[in-house]
């Protein structure tokens, strides 16, 4: 599962839109039923509006009716010189929109690594922060 995981987040990382990084990613998510949505990063000239592979992919599953308790695994890949984790905006959006155990899978086809959002997000900012009482 993993490798398969991995290969169809190098295939989405072919359609990423980085003509200004020149840094490509892609990402996969699996669901428990089977289904996988594929992002890629997509950038913009107002670098803020950028949206990341992992976002992308994520954003996907639940635009499609999916939630955290559905997301089997991630894959994240790149083809830059060292693995890629998630940025921190992603990290946040991870954080609450897949469990906390959900294995992420790390690799630029030449390193692997396998990881959780607990482990890369530690003191998490999460609902428990934003609600009043």
Known sequence: ????????????MKNA???YSNYHVGSCV?????????????ENAS?????????SAVYSAYSNGYRKEDIQAIAIVTDGYRIAA???ICRQ?????IGQDTPIYLSNGKEELETTIAELL???FNEGDVKHD
């Not at 699996?30 to 890629?40: N, P, R, S």
């Open 86 to 88: 998630p940025c921190g």
């Open 1 to 12: 599962m993993k490798k398969q995981l991995i290969d169809q987040a190098f295939i989405a």
């Open 30 to 42: 699996l669901l428990k039923d089977g289904t996988t949505f594929l992002g890629a990063n997509i």
């Open 17 to 19: 839109y980085a003509v």
């Open 93 to 97: 959006v991870l954080s609450e929109l």
């Open 122 to 124: 530690p003191m998490q």
């Open 47 to 55: 670098f803020g509006a950028t949206n990341c592979a992992e976002r």
